[in-house]
């Protein structure tokens, strides 16, 4: 399974960014996707998640209301629409799969349960 993920770069605080991560390879029809994003010297944060099959999603109460997980209409390629950036959204961000969709059964944000990773692209929002 590969992941590719292109958007990011640096914006004014307040301004919009999309992230895309195109899914690829075997894949089960249905799957767990989420966004993570990690700043140097501390944890990757899990910030959204959608199960595939259902478009069901999660958030972390960092970017409720602000950022937006979708899919696209066969459900291999995944944006993150983020939205009222501020600087302390800076940082490397991940799109990663969980192929048994388990994560998303628990609605879990934990790096641990996800076994495919998108190569980061980085997000900079300035003042």
């Known amino acids: 399974v590969q992941l590719m993920q292109s958007g990011g770069g640096s914006v004014q605080a307040g301004g919009s960014l999309r992230l895309s991560c195109a899914a690829s390879?075997?894949?089960?029809?249905?799957?767990?996707v989420a966004w993570f994003r990690q700043v140097v010297g501390k944890d990757r944060e899990g910030i959204a998640g959608?199960?595939?099959?259902?478009?069901?999603?999660f958030y972390a109460s960092s970017v409720k209301g602000r950022f937006t997980i979708s899919q696209d209409d066969d459900g291999t390629t995944l944006y993150l629409q983020m939205n009222n950036l501020r600087p302390d959204d800076t940082a490397m961000y991940f799109c990663a799969a969980d192929s048994a969709a388990r994560a998303c059964y628990y609605e879990s944000l934990s790096a641990a349960e996800y076994d495919f990773w998108g190569q980061g692209t980085q997000v900079s929002v300035y003042s």
């Open positions: 390879g075997y894949l089960y029809r249905s799957y767990c």
């Open positions: 959608i199960y595939t099959g259902t478009e069901s999603t």
